[in-house]
């Protein structure tokens, strides 16, 4: 029955079957088609066979077309959702504004069908794919969906038909498990198979699952069925087993199984070892598998075996707390193989076999707008959750798969009804854990940490593929975002279990990645894995931590934080005994990664800021305290050391690491957690231990004495006074941070910003990049937020795009308002910020300019201090620390050795510690006692200080000292010099030999000891408040085993106090004695103090101290008034005449310094003056020549590479630097002033045809048509397309030199940007691009003089003299021009033009090569420097003088070495043009007669051109009265032409009007009425000139006055006149005078001398004419040369008359204003060569024509398009804009360059590759400089960047 069914029609077939089943009794039919079907889909058919495919097609149309049928379904579409699903780089929008999840995405045409006005949206390039959100409720606000989706379309859609979709519920059951046998069939297990080649079957299967993904968009009817047939269990279990009969079937199935049994976490064999070891065998042996436990699939693959077995077996020592805690997972099924219920399953589980093939991931997420569908399947995605991060595991494709899975996991997760939906039944957040675990374990290490030996931590690895390759990332994202939905994140919160796994997770990434610091050798291999280490804190740790803590912000959610803090702590414990801990961390290891401490952190944090919790019920006891400061103050002091040099032998990679650590997207995820957690800790231990740790940490314990030489026995001498200022500066830091301690977030959010500006003017991406927000995306501060924006402008001025000079773009920036410097910027927080050390100091320098410029303050100024904020109760503590013995003795001893100069103090240092003083003023301990009476405390004798108070320590006045210093010391010489002499020492000196009381130094040198002494106290005592037991007196102080011993105690008299000392420096640093004069504090205001250097710190710090205690008001007027002479300090001392001498030589170096700055500076003035005045000074000569004095010695050249000056010989030439450029920008002008605009839809278009190249191509063929070749080739210009333009920068050097120089750039490996091998190079002086030298005549100036005079002959001899000089161009003297060097150059020259542009540009003639070719192209060459040059000067002479082009204009040599090339060839003086100008010749006809092609007629002639011919051709120098003589000549013709194509524009009538007219004025010959009637008289007897023109006169139906028939003659001729003029300028320098526009003819007639120089402004056109022989009848025989044309002339050939000389000038295409136009036009559109969408679509700018830049596709002999484009369009020269990045490249030759883009947003800023996918505007000004830059030919000068592109662009 099949069988016959088949071989009939399938229509007739479908159409039957379809009726059959309709019956109520259908079970024949039912029996039919099960048969058809058994036949059709059999699946041991090969898959390509595409029969199967068309049946079902007939089938499901049941006898209708299928195309129909389709349209008949999507009638009955009721989805209201859009869910267009796209894949990786399709272009979609985000709008925050409509957006409720972060991940919302639209496709392209809803968003432009919605209304997103003023909204924060922007377009991206999705990386991973995704799905549009128009219509879904749950993830996007309705105000946003479009149009279409806006109507709830479902309730007006009439209900599907019953029978529509019948056969499709039969058919398409059998074609899925046709295709799912098809995978079962096709996949192998990775070890079987060495070719694994699962893309070959997917191949096959291509057109099957495009079929599936076609029904997906018949729409809501269709995607309903397939739900129906996909979920339907019973349907699943009678086909997916087979009948018993089909022995493939069963096959096939058994593949199934297998590939099945090896899905679970856990495979089979491991089962039964696991299920013993979690039945509370807790506390394993070591090495007892618990490694096996979340399943490293020891039996899925041999090879995988072995790797767990090579890693040390050691490595299960740390997992016994987890091995309790796997057995808590409540749901054992994670771990299970999976079980398949339905077809939807078993697809799933092959998608993910054949890794996630895109057409598949494509077809489940077309279905996704059906909601039972949508709900169903995100069950099986969470039910295969497991596996699918298993088989990314072993995955080599893993960065594809990474993006399909989460192409599929954020359309599932970002709606968080479903995620909460999932948590609750499937438990979602255990498998996403366990399997996170899982993960990780695969690749733990030993920790090295601490304890090395017995480390029973265990760590990531970061070298690991997992880490490096970043393989976690889809998971911990897919974390992410179900944690940012409320309700699953309280669940997890809730989950103690869920919270204890999460914990050992995060601490596997505690203390990973550690540096050892090496001490020897130079690190061999510098590993990068620190990459690896950043990121995976930050996505796997912290990100998750953020999205936990948007959900901990309310009072109601505490018991959450007290939950997560609880933990923390525990499992800090747990890692603080397994690293075996005790009290001092092991030397030179750092460790950046902490995130335990971090999440403790962060939960503190937010405990108080938001929760209102009590901070001390969230702190463990003083030990632990003490232990969790330990390690992130190791990274402060680490810091430190890095930037100190001492950690340079482990490479390049540590500063990476200290830097990423500060760096914006870390800093607030590390370093400000780190900081805030050790003011913590330090508002609650006690203040000396934390000082004295810090000291220690920071290894500057020994520079802490008194003594002016100590020994130091772990740092270098280099290294103490970074190392000390770090100290400080973290000290600094610690205090006066407030990010967490108080701030508000808009608070915090300013301060940020204001650091970030003041160290740079910044653009507003690079701001939102640099602030760090909060990375979680939910969470409050969105960058680009109101408050951003409000903050932005509260503090910042914009500074709108500039152009600088040099071309280089400008991006809109910011810049700090002056309040801000003057009352907001704070140095701390810049220094916490700055990734770069160097930002530091730009701060600063850019603050010392502020304060330059508003006159505050002119000296080098210091940090300004800033007024904190408030401290939050809770951290009062804190601020002990500025209130405790050590650091008053730390301050008190610095002052004193900045004061005495020891060795590495610093300004620094001095600026920190008054820093210090300040923030101790500024923040009371309580309210202090009256201090009148100094608290005279019972350990008085021991203590250095009574008491703790800043105030009253300030001015307690320290005696003696007794410190440990080398026997070698000063003090130590001294004291054996003074018994020796027994002499008093004066009183103030520091080495006083009385005893003293006061042996309480020991104090501070007992840090190290006083420290540990603390720490027991603290650890023995139950109770916290450890008494201080009378301290030792002197300590023994620790010496590291090896250092040199012999230390002695000296005793110093030191009789001052903080306050005392403070004068003192004050003194020093103003070298003014009494530079206080004891009634200062009265008049000293604290405003004033604000801003100022080391002066004003302490002026400010004085008068704040002695306004908070009455007590220090005294005791400094007593200081001040003490103006006793201050005895210079150790007048005797060696050291201080060391210091003196240091001095001295500090000021003579300064001198000197400044003698040769100054002659430098006068050096380079000179430079410039000759530089910058670039006219050589033979161009002086050239242009001045007129007015001179005659010269009466040769032009003097300098040549800049030898720098010898000397005239230019025939033996030894000089030449001028040019570059020769092909250009086509003349051929590009058109005859409108308008630009053509860019076409930005199908209707629009760009018509080529009127530009001046494309019309001269035309005028040329249709010469070569008629006319003779020859005569044709000098009758016009070529070189309006690819003319070589010729231009310098007017540097000369010898030829000689210059090949020696061309020799040494071969020679010379790094070369940038151009080649050698093309003779490309740059002027040795100004560095300008250049590819030839153009060589200079020899010549004296004297010849100039007699060329100027002018001649009183009369026209008649001159027309004589011009002729004879032309016949003597065949009798050449060519004796005279033997081979001489420089005939050789200007060969090697022409040679060069030649080859600047392409041939096609060359040879117009019919056979190539000829000399008349030739010829054409030399004299072409002129006209097109000429035209480029009216062009600049903006198409007019009118600006007069020299332009900036003509400053520079080598024109005056190319002219001689073209006129040298064009002598080569004599012009047959038969044809000479001269002679039909000058003379009437008669009866020529009959030798017309004979030829095939006669010559051009006079008056088809292109006149500048026969101006140029006869110049160049004439004997080098042409005097200048033939010079004139010429133009007056062709000055006629010129005439005659503009009255010819006058009449042929006139109508009928009024042609008869005029001629009327003329003819009764015959007797005025030079009226232009009598000639215009004379040439209509003549034309009228050519028959076809004035015909066929009725419908062209037709539209003009303009009336012709005489004044616009006088202007249009005029402006006929006007082009000719001003290259007459320019060319005249060059050959004589005769001056351009300016003139307003309307006054340029009368000019210009003026200085050539047409007319008399004469009062009148307006002389009339014809007046200038100068007839030698009767007008009428030369006009006669001009147009008697069109009669004589073959018979009747055709009207082809009269079109020639009417040409019009006037071009616009160049332009660029008319953009639009917004980019959105182009882009969303261009970025799709197909090529129109080979009809793909381009990957890199670009436009040209010139001519609108649409390319593939990099495209493969258009390639032709292996040029690229975009080259071939730019050579066929520009000859050489492209300007492209790039759609998909903005940017506009420019080829030139061979070379191409980024030159930056014209639009920008709407802070100023380009947005390259439109990352940042903001809406961008036409920055008109960019635009211009753009186009100026093409017409001028500066792109080589001005854009700096080139590089080869090999042609394939």
Not at 948 to 955: F, I, V
Not at 980 to 1004: H, I, Y
């Amino acid at each position: 029955m099949a069988a016959s069914l088949i071989r009939r029609d399938k229509k007739a077939i479908a159409a039957h079957l379809k009726a059959d089943l309709n019956r109520t009794d259908n079970s024949s039919g039912l029996r039919q088609l099960q048969e058809l079907l058994d036949t059709v889909l059999n699946p041991e058919k090969a898959a390509a066979d595409t029969e199967a495919l068309d049946w079902c097609k007939y089938l499901l149309a049941g006898g209708d077309g299928f195309d129909e049928f389709c349209r008949t379904v999507r009638s009955y579409d009721n989805a209201t959702l859009c869910g267009l699903v796209w894949t990786a780089n399709f272009v979609a929008y985000r709008c925050r504004t409509c957006g409720i999840s972060p991940c919302m995405s639209l496709c392209a045409e809803c968003f432009n069908n919605g209304d997103h006005t003023g909204h924060d949206f922007n377009m991206f390039r999705s990386q991973a794919g995704g799905a549009c959100d128009c219509g879904d409720s749950n993830v996007m606000r309705e105000s946003g969906f479009c149009r279409r989706h806006r109507l709830k379309t479902g309730e007006n859609v009439p209900s599907v038909p019953h029978d529509l979709l019948l056969m499709s519920e039969m058919v398409l059951p059998r074609f899925i498990i046709s295709i799912i046998q098809y995978l079962r069939d096709g996949y192998t297990e990775p070890e079987s198979a060495t070719d694994r080649d699962l893309q070959k079957v997917l191949q096959q299967l291509e057109p099957q699952i495009s079929f599936l993904e076609d029904l997906t968009k018949m729409g809501g009817a269709m995607r309903t069925v397939l739900t129906k047939i996909l979920t339907n269990q019973q349907t699943f279990k009678e086909l997916s087993m087979g009948q018993e009969e089909n022995v493939y079937a069963k096959r096939n199935y058994e593949k199934y199984l297998s590939a099945l049994k090896s899905s679970g976490l856990v495979s089979v064999e491991e089962k039964s070892s696991t299920a013993a070891a979690t039945t509370g065998t807790a506390d394993l042996p070591a090495g007892a598998g618990a490694l096996n436990l979340l399943g490293a699939t020891a039996a899925a693959s041999p090879d995988e075996e072995n790797k767990e077995e090579d890693q040390d077996a050691g490595q299960c020592v740390g997992q016994r707390k987890r091995v309790k805690l796997s057995s808590s997972t409540k749901d054992p099924s994670i771990m299970d193989t999976l079980k398949h219920k339905c077809f939807l399953e078993e697809l799933l589980f092959w998608t993910i076999k054949y890794e996630f093939p895109q057409k598949m991931v494509t077809f489940l997420l077309n279905m996704l707008p059906d909601q039972d569908y949508k709900i169903t399947f995100t069950k099986t995605f969470v039910q295969h959750y497991a596996f699918i991060m298993k088989t990314l595991m072993k995955s080599h494709e893993s960065d594809t798969m990474s993006n399909r899975i989460v192409h599929i996991s954020v359309q599932l997760f970002s709606n968080e009804e479903l995620a909460r939906h999932v948590t609750e039944e499937c438990q979602l957040l255990d498998i996403m854990v366990t399997v996170l675990l899982y993960m990780m374990e695969s690749c733990l290490i030993k920790s090295e940490l601490q304890d090395d030996e017995n480390n029973r931590h265990v760590v990531v690895n970061c070298g690991e593929a997992l880490l490096k390759n970043n393989t976690y990332w889809p998971l911990v994202s897919d974390f992410i975002n179900i944690l940012s939905h409320q309700s699953v994140a309280k669940r997890f919160l809730e989950d103690h279990s869920l919270l204890m796994l999460w914990m050992s997770f995060v601490s596997f990434f505690q203390g990973m990645n550690l540096n050892k610091r090496e001490l020897n050798e130079h690190v061999e291999f510098e590993s990068q894995t620190y990459y690896a280490a950043f990121a995976a804190e930050l996505e796997a740790c912290a990100q998750p931590m953020w999205g936990l803590l948007t959900h901990c912000k309310i009072k109601e959610t505490q018991e959450y934080t007290k939950t997560v803090v609880r933990y923390c702590l525990e499992t800090l414990q747990i890692w603080f005994d397994a690293i075996g801990f005790v009290d001092e961390p092991t030397p030179n290891q750092v460790t950046f990664h902490l995130p335990l401490h971090r999440y403790y952190a962060m939960f503190l944090s937010k405990a108080v800021k938001c929760q209102g919790l009590d901070l001390d019920s969230l702190l463990p006891d003083q030990e632990m305290l003490m232990k969790i400061m330990v390690h992130p103050l190791q990274i402060q002091a680490c810091l430190s050391e890095i930037h100190s040099n001492m950690w340079v032998r482990n490479g390049l990679q540590i500063k990476g690491q200290a830097m990423t650590y500060v760096q914006s997207h870390f800093c607030n995820s590390m370093i400000d957690p780190d900081i805030y957690l050790l003011q913590v800790c330090a508002s609650r231990l006690d203040p000396d231990y934390f000082i004295s740790s810090v000291f220690e940490r920071f290894k500057v314990v020994d520079l802490l004495t008194m003594a002016s030489q100590h020994q130091n026995t772990v740092l270098d001498a280099e290294q103490e006074r970074p190392m000390l200022e770090g100290a400080l500066t973290f000290l600094v830091i610690l205090c006066s941070l407030r990010i967490h301690l108080g701030m508000t977030d808009d608070e915090i959010l300013r301060a940020e910003m204001v650091s970030q500006l003041c160290m740079n003017d910044r653009t507003h991406s690079s701001l939102l990049d640099l602030i760090p927000e909060n990375p979680n995306p939910k969470s409050g501060i969105v960058p680009g937020s109101c408050s951003f924006e409000e903050v932005l402008s509260a503090v910042a001025d914009f500074k709108a795009p500039v152009f600088e000079p040099g071309g280089s773009m400008q991006q809109g920036m910011y810049t700090p308002k002056a309040e801000v410097w003057e009352k907001e910027f704070d140095p701390i927080m810049v220094i916490l910020r700055t990734v770069y050390r160097r930002d530091v100091q730009s701060a600063m320098d850019r603050y010392a300019a502020f304060l330059k410029q508003s006159g505050i303050h002119t000296g080098n100024p210091w940090p300004p201090y800033k007024e904190r904020t408030l401290l939050h109760p809770c951290y009062r503590g804190l601020i002990r620390l500025l209130h405790c013995k050590t650091l008053h003795i730390v301050i008190f001893t610095l002052l004193y050795k900045i004061w005495m100069d020891h060795q590495n103090m610093s300004e620094h240092v001095l600026c920190m510690v008054l820093y210090l003083v300040e923030l101790g003023l500024d923040n009371h301990i309580q309210e202090d006692k009256d201090d009148e009476e100094p608290c005279i405390e019972e350990h008085c004798h021991d203590s250095w200080f009574p008491g703790t108070s800043l105030l009253s320590n300030l001015h307690h006045v320290i005696n003696f000292v007794r410190v440990r210093v080398p026997e070698t010391a000063p003090e130590v010489e001294r004291k054996r010099e003074r018994e020796r002499e027994r002499e008093t020492p004066p009183s103030t000196s520091a080495e006083s030999s009385s005893f003293g009381q006061n042996l309480r130094e020991a104090q501070l040198f007992s840090l190290v000891a006083e420290r540990r002494r603390k720490f027991q106290e603290i650890i023995n005592r139950s109770n916290h408040e450890a008494n201080q037991a009378v301290r030792p007196k002197s300590s023994s102080r620790w010496h590291p085993p090896g250092s040199p011993p012999q230390m002695v105690t000296e005793i110093l008299e030191i009789r001052e106090s903080m306050l005392s000392l403070l004068v003192k420096l004050h003194q020093k640093l103003s070298a003014k004695q009494n530079s206080l004069s004891p009634g200062w504090l009265e008049e000293a205001d604290p405003a004033h103090h604000a801003h100022g250097d080391g002066i004003t710190a302490i002026e400010r710090i004085l008068a704040k101290a002695a306004s908070r205690s009455r007590h220090s008001k005294r005791c400094l007027q007593d200081i001040c008034g003490r103006v006793c002479p201050p005895v210079p300090p150790k007048k005797n001392s060696p050291g201080d005449k060391k210091s003196m001498d240091k001095e001295e030589r500090r000021q003579r170096a300064r001198e000197r310094q400044q003698k040769l700055l100054a002659e430098f500076a006068s050096r380079q003035k000179s430079f410039m003056e000759t530089a910058m005045d670039v006219e050589s000074p033979e161009a002086e000569a050239a242009m001045d020549v007129g007015s001179a004095e005659p010269l009466d010695t040769e032009i003097l050249y300098d040549c800049v590479i030898c720098g010898q000056s000397g005239p230019s010989t025939d033996d030894r030439p000089t030449g001028l630097v040019v570059l020769l450029q092909a250009s086509s920008v003349l051929g590009h002008r058109c005859r409108s002033d308008e630009a053509k605009r860019l076409p930005t839809s199908d209707e629009e278009r760009i018509f080529p045809e009127d530009t001046c190249g494309a019309t001269n191509d035309v005028r040329l063929t249709q010469m070569q048509h008629h006319f003779k070749d020859s005569s044709c080739l000098q009758s016009v210009s070529i070189g309006w397309d690819g003319g070589v333009y010729v231009q310098t920068c007017g540097h000369t050097l010898h030829i000689d030199c210059h090949k020696s120089y061309m020799e040494s750039l071969r020679n010379d490996q790094v070369l940038q940007g151009f080649s050698v091998d093309k003779g490309e190079f740059t002027c040795p002086l100004c560095r300008q691009f250049a590819n030839s030298v153009l060589p200079c005549k020899p010549g004296r100036g004297t010849e100039a003089g007699a060329w100027h005079t002018p001649s009183s002959k009369s026209s008649a001899t001159l027309i004589k003299e011009v002729e004879d000089l032309q016949e003597e161009l065949g009798i050449f003297p060519v004796s005279t021009y033997t081979e001489s060097n420089l005939t050789k150059e200007m060969e090697s020259v022409i040679k060069d033009i030649k080859n600047a542009t392409q041939k096609k540009y060359m040879d117009y003639g019919k056979n190539a090569g000829s000399p008349d070719n030739d010829f054409l192209f030399m004299y072409s060459v002129a006209r097109t420097n000429l035209e480029l040059e009216l062009v600049h000067r903006g198409g007019n002479l009118c600006s007069g003088g020299a332009s900036a082009a003509a400053k520079r204009s080598c024109l005056n040599q190319l002219f001689h070495v073209l006129a040298m090339h064009m002598r080569l060839y004599s012009i047959d003086s038969a044809y000479n043009p001269w002679t039909r100008l000058t003379q009437i010749t008669q009866n020529r006809e009959p030798e017309y007669g004979d030829e095939e092609h006669p010559e051009v007629p006079m008056l088809f002639r292109d006149v500048p051109s026969l101006l140029i011919i006869f110049v160049l051709t004439m004997p080098q120098p042409l005097r200048k009265e033939h010079f004139t003589c010429i133009v007056k000549v062709l000055y006629t013709l010129q005439y005659t032409q503009a009255l010819a194509a006058l009449s042929v524009k006139f109508s009928p009538e009024e042609r008869l009007a005029w001629s009327n007219t003329g003819a009764s004025k015959k007797n005025t010959p030079n009226s232009w009425e009598t000639l215009l009637s004379h040439v209509i008289s003549e034309l009228t007897k050519a028959r076809s000139v004035y015909e066929t023109r009725s419908e062209e006169t037709m539209l003009s139906s303009t009336v012709w006055s005489p004044r616009s028939i006088e202007f249009t003659l005029q402006q006929f001729c006007l082009p000719f006149l001003r290259l007459s003029c320019l060319l005249q300028h060059h050959l004589y320098g005769d001056n351009l005078p300016a003139c307003p526009l309307e006054e340029e003819f009368s000019l210009l007639v003026g200085s050539l001398g047409l007319t008399a120089p004469q009062s009148s402004s307006h002389v009339s056109s014809a007046a200038c004419l100068e007839w030698n022989v009767n007008l009428y009848e030369l006009i006669s025989q001009w147009c008697s040369e069109l009669l004589s044309l073959n018979g009747a002339p055709s009207q082809q050939s009269m079109k020639l008359l009417v040409q019009d000389p006037q071009w616009s000038a160049p332009r660029l295409l008319q953009l639009p204003d917004n980019y959105n136009t182009i882009f969303q036009y261009y970025h799709r559109k197909s090529c129109s060569v080979c009809n793909k969408t381009p990957k890199d679509p670009a436009l040209c700018l010139v001519c609108g024509t649409f390319v593939c830049l990099k495209g493969l596709c258009c390639k032709q002999q292996g040029i690229c398009e975009c080259v071939l484009h730019s050579q066929h369009c520009g000859a050489g020269t492209g300007i492209f804009l790039l759609i998909n990045a903005s940017v506009i490249i420019i080829i030139r030759g061979h070379r191409f360059c980024l030159w930056g883009s014209v639009y920008l947003d709407a802070h100023g800023e380009e947005d390259r590759d439109l990352r940042r996918g903001k809406p961008l505007f036409l920055c008109e000004e960019r635009y211009r400089v753009l186009e100026q830059q093409w017409v001028s030919h500066t792109f080589d000068h001005i854009n700096k960047r080139w590089g080869p592109h090999y042609n394939g662009l």
